[in-house]
């Protein structure tokens, strides 16, 4: 049921800016893309949502592509903290409450 | 400080057996979600309660039953357990914003059935 494709895996040095990509090229008008992380089993970490404009905030920014098919996570300054799978999802509403679809997620592991 | 908060952490039982996983949010929020991730990974949302009224249910066995006592707790019953009921389950909570809704997840109950 996921609307997004991801890499399945990415690495990034420690200090670097982690680019994490993301294509939703079926997104609908009025869909939120939201961005959540899980480091090891722990219970998944909201980091950020945009709808079209660029967002950001202390974790991280959200750049969406200008017909909104393709969103990039950025992470400016990578941490061996920020090794995690990160999931980005597409909003679907139902009935009034948020139904999160988690694909398979990048596996981002920061090297020293 | 405890946003949203889960017990047990672990929960191992044998085959048959009923269990129930508690969560509490104590965010103001009103609606609650399970999710199941099971060996593979893949994160499922099983049930969403808003304002203690049913509003999602995912094909999920009626050996499930979700029940919320109020705003603040949405636990989990399940009757007869199967091995493939082995998993981590994790309880979340949101509130509707103009933005939409931001979900906060507890730690998890990882369940073993023997």
């Known amino acids: 049921d996921a609307k997004t494709t991801q890499p399945p895996s990415m690495d990034c040095a420690e200090g670097r800016a982690a680019n994490l990509p993301c294509n939703h090229s079926?997104?609908?008008?009025?869909?939120?893309v939201y961005w959540y992380r899980q480091i090891h089993s722990q219970g998944p970490q909201y980091i950020i949502h945009g709808l079209k404009n660029n967002e950001t905030n202390e974790m991280a920014s959200l750049i969406i592509t200008e017909d909104r098919k393709s969103s990039t996570l950025i992470l400016p300054h990578a941490t061996l903290r920020d090794t995690a799978v990160y999931y980005c999802i597409v909003r679907v509403a139902l009935r009034g409450a948020q139904k999160l679809v988690f694909g398979q997620g990048t596996r981002l592991t920061i090297n020293p | 400080d405890t946003a949203v908060s889960q017990t047990p952490k672990y929960l191992v039982t044998q085959m048959g057996n009923d269990k129930s996983i508690k969560c509490e949010q104590n965010?103001?929020?009103?609606?609650m979600y399970w999710y199941k991730q099971d060996s593979k990974k893949f994160l499922k949302i099983m049930f969403s309660y808003n304002n203690k009224e049913l509003i999602i249910n995912e094909t999920v066995p009626n050996r499930f039953s979700p029940k919320s006592p109020d705003k603040a707790h949405l636990n989990l019953h399940i009757n007869s357990l199967e091995l493939g009921d082995s998993a981590v389950y994790f309880c979340?909570?949101?509130?509707?914003?103009?933005?939409?809704?931001?979900?906060?997840f507890g730690p998890g109950t990882r369940l073993t059935v023997l």
């Open positions: 965010l103001g929020h009103d609606t």
């Open positions: 979340a909570s949101s509130r509707r914003d103009r933005q939409g809704d931001t979900q906060y």
């Open positions: 079926t997104i609908s008008g009025n869909e939120y």
